[in-house]
């Protein structure tokens, strides 16, 4: 599974992130699905 790198932080902050992120957002479709590849620039 890819994680996403926000502001080049490690690991583990970038999996508290993106278990945040499907908490709070619900999404329909992964959230890795949607954001895989994207540079953290696309988004802040």
Avoid: C, E, G
Wanted: charged letters at 20%; glycine letters at 0%.
């Amino acid at each position: 599974m890819q994680f996403i790198n926000y502001f080049n932080q490690d690991a583990y902050t970038n999996i508290a992130m993106d278990a945040w992120l499907l908490k709070n957002l619900k999404p329909k479709k992964p959230v890795f699905a949607l954001w895989q590849n994207k540079k953290s620039s696309d988004y802040w």
